[in-house]
């Protein structure tokens, strides 16, 4: 190896101790303790080792809640989000006055408190004695009756919270795309306007496969965080989340270690390693996906 590539990898060292201390070793470590029947953290002891702690997770009928949650949370807030936060990306940039003002307000969920936001939609949704909500109270106008988002069906709990999802990620996504928009060649849009061309076939054919990178990112990131939620179902429906029937992945694994029915370390982390698979998987799936609709200058 020679000097200069011996300085480059001294550049790199801090890094890869860092990833390997704080993300290869524990995953490895968890990886093992799926595999061990009955392990007791504070013995450090267990009295088997196989797929046992695999068959019971996914046998469990709180586990398949969870991953049912999990999933229709993913399929409906992923596109949502990142359509949504494309529409007005495209419309500010479109614009000039006040365009920092709009960015900003904005951008304001995305730096606001998580467990506020959901206090704040809860005044929103939940039926209490003296008020049906402010929600309900719009229904009303329309003669729709009254709904108990919190407490009630589970649709209109999943409805909740697929919406404050949607509320909370979409302003990172909106700064992200704006900032692409806004690094696209003017060249093109000169040239196209000379040629008279639509605004829609502008679209489609010049702004969104320059931005194709930047969206191909918020997508697989966003398949990432959604995968991962639970703050966002404990901000609207308490810690109890089995009694709620809204858990999640991520709230099975936090429930099976530190929650009411906690203690079972083996059992978390064969869940957390079949949600890793899961996102290796979607993650894998996305990448090959992108050969063919992502186009990179």
Same mark, same amino acid.
């Not at 969920?109 to 008020?131: E, R």
């Given at each position: 190896?020679?000097?200069?590539?011996?300085?480059?990898?001294?550049?790199?060292?801090?890094?890869?101790? !860092?990833?390997?201390?704080?993300?290869?070793?524990?995953?490895?470590?968890?990886?093992?303790?799926?595999?061990?029947?009955?392990?007791?953290?504070?013995?450090?002891?267990?009295?088997?080792?196989?797929?046992?702690?695999?068959?019971?997770?996914? #046998?469990?009928?709180?586990?398949?809640?969870?991953?049912?949650?999990?999933?229709?949370?993913?399929?409906?807030?992923?596109?949502?989000?990142?359509?949504?936060?494309?529409?007005?990306?495209?419309?500010?940039?479109?614009?000039?006055?006040?365009?920092?003002?709009?960015?900003?307000?904005?951008?304001?969920?995305?730096?606001?408190?998580?467990?506020?936001?959901?206090?704040?939609?809860?005044?929103? !949704?939940?039926?209490?004695?003296?008020?049906?909500?402010?929600?309900?109270?719009?229904?009303?106008?329309?003669?729709?009756?009254?709904?108990?988002?919190?407490?009630?069906?589970?649709?209109?709990?999943?409805?909740?919270?697929?919406?404050?999802?949607?509320?909370?990620?979409?302003?990172?996504?909106?700064?992200?795309?704006?900032?692409?928009?806004?690094?696209?060649?003017?060249?093109?849009?000169?040239?196209?306007?000379?040629?008279?061309?639509?605004?829609? #076939?502008?679209?489609?054919?010049?702004?969104?496969?320059?931005?194709?990178?930047?969206?191909?990112?918020?997508?697989?990131?966003?398949?990432?965080?959604?995968?991962?939620?639970?703050?966002?179902?404990?901000?609207?429906?308490?810690?109890?989340?089995?009694?709620?029937?809204?858990?999640?992945?991520?709230?099975?694994?936090?429930?099976?270690?530190?929650?009411?029915?906690?203690?079972?370390?083996?059992?978390?982390?064969?869940?957390?390693?079949?949600? !890793?698979?899961?996102?290796?998987?979607?993650?894998?799936?996305?990448?090959?996906?992108? #050969?063919?609709?992502?186009?990179?200058?």
């Amino acid at each position: 190896m020679d000097k200069k590539s011996m300085k480059g990898w001294l550049y790199l060292l801090p890094a890869i101790l !860092f990833l390997g201390f704080f993300l290869v070793y524990p995953l490895i470590d968890v990886f093992i303790y799926s595999f061990e029947e009955g392990y007791n953290s504070a013995s450090q002891t267990y009295y088997g080792v196989g797929l046992y702690n695999y068959a019971y997770v996914l #046998r469990d009928p709180y586990f398949l809640q969870a991953v049912k949650n999990t999933f229709i949370l993913v399929i409906i807030t992923v596109p949502v989000s990142t359509g949504l936060a494309l529409l007005i990306s495209v419309g500010l940039s479109s614009i000039k006055p006040l365009r920092n003002l709009y960015q900003t307000v904005y951008f304001l969920p995305y730096v606001t408190n998580t467990l506020a936001v959901g206090l704040v939609f809860m005044i929103l !949704f939940k039926q209490t004695p003296y008020t049906d909500g402010l929600v309900n109270l719009i229904l009303g106008w329309f003669g729709a009756g009254p709904v108990d988002f919190i407490d009630g069906p589970y649709w209109a709990k999943m409805f909740v919270l697929c919406f404050y999802t949607v509320w909370v990620v979409m302003p990172f996504k909106i700064l992200i795309l704006t900032s692409a928009l806004a690094s696209v060649n003017q060249s093109y849009y000169n040239a196209a306007k000379v040629d008279g061309t639509s605004r829609l #076939r502008v679209f489609t054919k010049i702004s969104l496969p320059m931005i194709s990178p930047t969206v191909f990112y918020l997508i697989i990131t966003g398949f990432i965080g959604a995968f991962k939620a639970y703050s966002d179902a404990v901000a609207l429906f308490g810690a109890n989340l089995n009694a709620a029937g809204m858990n999640t992945i991520v709230g099975y694994v936090y429930d099976m270690l530190y929650g009411d029915s906690g203690g079972y370390p083996s059992f978390a982390s064969a869940a957390a390693i079949i949600l !890793f698979a899961i996102v290796l998987t979607i993650t894998c799936i996305n990448l090959l996906v992108s #050969r063919k609709h992502v186009h990179y200058e």
